[in-house]
């Protein structure tokens, strides 16, 4: 009977085996303590987080599971709503530490020294344009649609060896306006929501230094920091450069932002017309060596001037703080930047990134993005570590499935505890003789519900 029955059910009926492994590999009690996420009683933050992690695999939403009276669940709703309002839980510094755990005990023992690590930023909108009354709700544009809605601009800061993409921390960006730091209910100014809400209110590229740092003293290895024209400015690059990263970014033509190029103060576009460009199919049209001036701080880099694939006319414009490399690993660095939007799809499209959650609070919206970015923390892992070739769409089918087991195994353990039970009462049999009954039940079974059973 032992065979067949789970003697220790901790966590069976809520995650897979893979899903409790990949808790325990990666230390996430730990990083929840070190996130100030702690128990003052009852359930422990690790199982409402291993909770709400399930929740897309298992195809579920934490209400369904109530209206449906969920035995599975350990715990009352306003418990889950409490964890998720808190005020206290720093989500930035669990995401971070949880990606620096599996870099050092995951990616780096299997990566060679030689490989060029970096970190990218990046946003992506946040949608909640059916609300009203959701805390920090600002008005945005959204590029893609070209169209205003309300929501935030989530600010992402993630890491990549050119294989593996692993999201570090975000910040959902709000508008300036200083008096929705505290919204309509102050909070303490110096408790982890006070400083998330200071912080969505800051300028992007503000916001993006502040979590940079965090990465840096998280010691997540990474030699460059990759950015689009957004967020490219003499401003940043010095700033950045400052934090002991190198910077490759695209950056705009702008007449108002000009560079020291031959004793001159001179914008790109000035720069392209002075200069004899190479000729044939060369990756880069022009590569020249400026300064940058901010504030009175100086730094060189190399500007390299690409081709425009959907428009041979024209050209972009790449910047490297490293002058030391060549033209062509400039663009070979900064096309690992393309991995960010694959996650920000990903994310939407199947992790349910900002349709899971309709909560008003700030701090909850936060919580939800922090574990979707574990949810893909753990794709990404198997994806590099399986043999086969799924993407990362079908391993989250794959999960899905496996939860779906998990919870017919469950069901069934349940059904044989109580035949157990039963037998000893009714007719006094002991352990041994109900093993045997259950052993010529099961083997009466369909081979595919047999199959089940056996994986468990």
Known sequence: MSKIISQNDYDSKQITDSIRYFFERFHLSAVLKASNAKKSKGVTPLQIVSYAFALVFRNKSMYMDMVLGNSELSFAKDTYYRFMNSISINWIRFTTLLAANICKESIAPATSEDRVNALIIDDSTYSRSCSKKVEMLAKIYDHAKNMYLYGFRMLTLGWTDGNTFLPVNHILLSSSSKCQVTGCNPIDYRSNGYKRRKLAIMKGTDAMIELIKEAKKAMIPADYVLFDSWFASPKTLIAVQKLGYEVIAMIKRSEK???????????????????????????????????????????????????????????????????????????????????????????????????????????????????????????????????????LGELFAYFMDEVADVTFIYAFNIIMEIFSNMMIEEFDLDEEKISLMIDKFVSALTPSMQRHLQAA
């Open 257 to 391: 932002m000009t560079f020291n190029y031959e004793g001159q103060k001179r914008s790109l576009k000035e720069i392209y017309k002075t200069n004899r460009k190479r000729r044939g199919r060369s990756k880069y049209l022009l590569s020249v060596v400026v300064d940058v001036e901010k504030d009175g701080a100086v730094i060189p880099a190399k500007v390299v001037y690409v081709r425009n694939r959907s428009n041979r006319k024209d050209y972009l414009c790449l910047i490297s703080t490293n002058v030391n490399i060549d033209e062509e690993e400039i663009i070979r660095i900064y096309s690992k930047r393309w991995q960010i939007e694959v996650f920000f799809k990903m994310c939407k499209s199947y992790l349910k990134l900002a349709k899971e959650c309709k909560s008003l609070s700030y701090d909850a919206m936060t919580a939800h993005v922090a574990i979707v970015f574990t949810r893909y923390m753990m794709l990404a892992v198997e994806n590099r570590e399986s043999e086969d070739s799924r993407t």
